[in-house]
């Protein structure tokens, strides 16, 4: 059990564990997940984590088929700018692999952004702390349990 579906079992809130059986040569872990549930790309939200202004680190919550809009995410929190992460720091301060890494549970409580378009869906898919693993809940118990704010923070691909 990861630590973010322990989160979740003590909590008492409606939530859905669905496994798939992971490809370690998959390109694109969201679009795994999206093929192998059956779901829409804008169902499922992958999590990333920026670095705003070289210091601080953040997590942003977007759907597989968008991207982060890093200019956008930077005013969501009153900085200058906003980037990914370095790969290293994100497993180290969150406490998953990349691929897995989940909004709950992680080792550092870090400010998180919620992209707005996750409000027009009853139910949202997000890792549960495990490649081959995903959490679907209301995206209002997600903000709640993340602490979160909801902004628009993603660049549709489709």
């Known amino acids: 059990m990861t630590p973010a579906v322990q989160l ?4 008492g809130l409606p939530y859905q564990v669905h ?5 370690p040569g998959a390109d694109s872990y969201g679009d795994e997940a999206v093929a192998a549930l059956g779901l829409s790309a804008h169902q499922v939200f992958k999590t990333l984590v920026a670095e705003l202004d070289g210091a601080e680190l953040v997590v942003a919550v977007v759907p597989v088929s968008a991207m982060l809009n890093t200019k956008a995410l930077a005013k969501t929190l009153s ?11 994100v497993s180290r301060v969150t ?3 990349l691929g897995g890494v ?3 549970g992680q080792k550092k409580r870090l400010r998180t952004v919620i992209d707005q378009s996750a409000r027009n869906l009853s139910t949202i898919h997000v890792s549960a702390g495990r490649r081959g693993l995903e959490i679907e809940l209301a995206p209002d118990i997600l903000a709640k349990l993340c602490q979160a704010s909801f902004a628009d923070i ?3 691909n489709t």
């Open 8 to 11: 979740l079992e003590g909590q």
């Open 19 to 23: 496994a798939y059986p992971h490809n």
């Open 79 to 89: 900085a200058k700018k906003a980037v990914l992460a370095d790969k290293q720091k």
């Open 95 to 97: 406490g998953y692999v």
């Open 102 to 104: 989940s909004p709950l």
């Open 154 to 156: 993603a660049v549709d």
